[in-house]
């Protein structure tokens, strides 16, 4: 297949749900495609490196783009929205009391820039009352042992934890994609992918039509993706690999949508309310 143009620097996660989506396009399977050079990089990673500028395209946290929007424009296609799979809040203890029973109690969380936090500090803003205690930012993989073992009170878990918490005894405290759906009746935006607007409109375009085209192939032949799922799966079962990708690789990857831009926007304005985010401009979302 041919390709147009130097390749973009790209940084996405090893998770299902991205290989899957990027695959066809990062192995050069989309005719007309610009070429990729991939790095891989967890979400708390690609963060930072935008909010440095680093890399043309991203996977990020919806919740960092008030931060780089100025530099990058969200593309309308390739992330991570959805219903019924939001963060999950961890405890060793089944609890009957809901968010009070959280209130001054430590929680770990995956990073302090992530659409999961906001969710959480809107959430315990609603329901824990004087607030919760220490706030503790730790590797994702590490969160269900720490809560398992004692270390913190709580955790706030995201992807394939919601289909592995009970294998470490713990129990769900609160589904906050179930308290978002309930409160605001819009999907979950969790992952966006991002580019630099420096690009120019054409090749930002050019980059959207490319990341649908690599869904639909993920779709029409989901076999082909299997090998590079697998490969970066990091051990994960493949049931779960499966599940990852049938819960957050849906109608809004392949297209945002006025539903989507609709969940971005109330979220991103219900943090900055809450002065967890600076205020989105009119037009920040709009693309290209």
Request: glycine share 12%; hydrophobic share 45%; charged share 20%.
């Amino acid at each position: 297949m041919t390709t147009t143009g130097d390749p973009l620097r790209i940084a996405y996660s090893p998770c299902p749900n991205d290989t899957f989506v990027f695959d066809a396009l990062a192995h050069g399977r989309i005719p007309g495609a610009p070429a990729l050079d991939v790095t891989f990089a967890d979400i708390d990673v690609t963060n930072g490196m935008a909010e440095r500028g680093e890399f043309d395209v991203l996977k990020v946290s919806y919740a960092v783009l008030p931060y780089v929007l100025g530099e990058y424009a969200l593309l309308p296609c390739g992330g991570a929205l959805g219903r019924g799979c939001g963060p999950l809040v961890l405890t060793r203890e089944a609890g009957t009391a809901g968010g009070a029973g959280l209130a001054g109690r430590t929680v770990a969380v995956p990073s302090e820039r992530s659409t999961a936090y906001l969710l959480f500090r809107l959430w315990a803003a609603d329901t824990v009352p004087g607030g919760v205690g220490e706030i503790v930012v730790m590797p994702f993989h590490e969160i269900m042992p720490a809560v398992r073992d004692g270390k913190v009170d709580a955790g706030l878990v995201i992807h394939e934890a919601r289909f592995t918490y009970q294998n470490y005894g713990l129990h769900r405290l609160a589904d906050l994609g179930e308290y978002w759906e309930d409160t605001t009746g819009l999907p979950i935006p969790l992952g966006a992918i991002i580019a630099k607007r420096s690009l120019g409109a054409d090749a930002l375009t050019r980059l959207a039509d490319a990341v649908r085209a690599s869904v639909r192939a993920a779709w029409d032949d989901p076999a082909a993706s299997r090998p590079y799922v697998m490969e970066h799966a990091q051990e994960m079962d493949p049931a779960v690999a499966d599940q990852h990708i049938g819960l957050y690789v849906n109608e809004f990857t392949a297209e945002l949508g006025d539903d989507g831009h609709a969940a971005v926007r109330g979220l991103l304005t219900r943090a900055a309310a809450e002065g967890l985010v600076p205020p989105l401009g009119p037009d920040a979302l709009d693309f290209p």
